[in-house]
C-alpha cells in the first residue's frame, strides 16, 4: 500500500512504497546481502574471500534478471569495495551508451569528478528522462555543490517517477532537515514505514526528534530508542553493539534534558559498557556529576576520559580534539583546585565549578547526545 507525503512547494504527493525485486533475482540478492555483511566482521583474508561470494551471488542475480538495475548496483558496490581503484577505472574506461550505464559510470567517478558525473546524469536523463536512478544521482551531485533546493526537486522527481527509489527519499529527509523540520520529522517517519521498522531509519528518526526541546517529541523519541534496543538484544555482532551504543547515547540525552541526571548517567554508562572508548558518554556523565552536585565523581569520570583517551586503540575523533586537549584538561584542573580548598566538600558545591557543555557524539550519534546535558 502506498504512503503519502506531501512535497515541499508542490501542490502534489510524493508516493514512497517498500522497494520490490524482479523475482528472479530475490535469492541471489539476498545471498548476496548476507555475504556482504557477513565479509564486514572478518579479517582480510576472509573478508576478501567472502565478498568474493557476495560478488558472484550479485551476478547471478544481474544475468538471471537483467532489467533489475539493484543488481547491477550491488555488483558495483561490491566491485569497489574490492578494488576501489581498478573498479573506477573499469567503469571510467568502459562503454557508457545507455542511460543505465550512464548512471553507473557517474556512481564510479563520484566523489572526485563530479563535474564529469554531472555530464554523464545529465545525458543519461536526456536519453531517458524518466529514468529515477539518473535524477537521484543528479540529485546527489547538486547537493555535492551546495544546491540544495535543485536537489530536493529532482528527488521529488525522482520518487514521482519511482515510489520504491527509498534512497532518494532518504536524501530528501537529509535535505529537508537542513530547513524545514516538519518535513524531516514527515520524510523519516515515511522511511521507518516503507523499511519496514529497518533500525537505522528508527535510529535517524529518534534522533531527529530529540533535536528539539518538545517534550512530545521527545517521549516519542524514547520509545523508538528502546524498541531499537529491545529488537538488538545482546546486540554480539559490531555494528548491533555501535548501534546500541549511539541508543544509550540517546537515550541519555533524552533524560538530561527532563532533568533525570541519574537516569541519565545511567543510561550513559550502558553506552561505555558497549565500547570503553565512546568519550563522548564519559564526558557527559562528568558534567552531570557536576550538575548533581558530586564533584569528586564529576572529577573521576574527566579523569578517566583524559585516561581512556590516552590508551585508545583508534584514532581520536575529530570531534573530541577541543575536549580532550582544552574542555576537559579545564574541568579537571578545576575540579581538583575546588576539591582542595573544600576537601570535605566534595558533593553539593557544583555550583561554584560552571559545567561545560555536554560533549557532541562521535559519529552516528553526531547531534544527538551533543545537546543532551
Known sequence: ?????????????????????????VEPMARA???????????????????ETALAAARAAAVAA??????????Q??????????ARERYANGPAEGAASKVLVARALLPDRS???????????????????????????ERRDGHSDRARELCEQALHRDPSLIEALRLLADLYEGGDRERAIQARQL???????????RHAFAQLLLEADDRSDASVAVRELRAILDALGDATTP???????????????????????????????????????????LY????????????????????????????MERSLPVDQVLYRHFYVPNQVRTLRERLAESPGDAAGAATEVAPTEVAPTEDAAAGAAGDGA
Open 284 to 311: 557527559n556523565v562528568g558534567v552531570a556529576e557536576q550538575r548533581r552536585g558530586d564533584l569528586a565523581r564529576s572529577l573521576a569520570a574527566f579523569e578517566e576520559y583524559l585516561a581512556r583517551a590516552q590508551s
Open 115 to 141: 563535474v564529469e558525473a554531472r555530464a554523464l546524469l545529465e545525458s543519461a536523463l536526456k536519453q531517458d528522462g524518466g529514468f529515477a536512478w539518473a535524477l537521484y544521482g543528479l540529485a546527489f551531485v
Open 77 to 86: 558496490d561490491i566491485e569497489l569495495e574490492l578494488d576501489p581503484r581498478g
Open 191 to 201: 522511511l521507518v514505514e516503507v523499511t519496514g521498522g529497518e533500525l537505522t531509519e
Open 33 to 51: 546481502h548476507e555475504a556482504r555483511t557477513r565479509a564486514a566482521a572478518l579479517s582480510d583474508q576472509e573478508r576478501r574471500a567472502m565478498l
Open 1 to 25: 500500500m502506498a504512503l503519502l507525503l506531501a512535497a515541499v512547494g508542490c501542490s502534489t504527493l510524493l508516493d514512497a512504497r517498500p522497494p520490490t525485486l524482479a523475482p528472479a533475482a
Open 66 to 75: 537483467p532489467e533489475e538495475f539493484r543488481a547491477e548496483l550491488l555488483v
Open 239 to 281: 555494528a548491533a553493539r555501535e548501534l546500541a551504543r549511539d541508543c544509550w547515547l540517546d537515550l541519555g540525552t533524552a533524560f538530561a534534558r527532563r532533568a533525570n541526571d541519574e537516569q541519565a548517567i545511567i543510561a550513559w554508562q550502558r553506552a561505555l559498557a558497549l565500547d570503553r572508548e565512546c568519550l563522548t558518554a
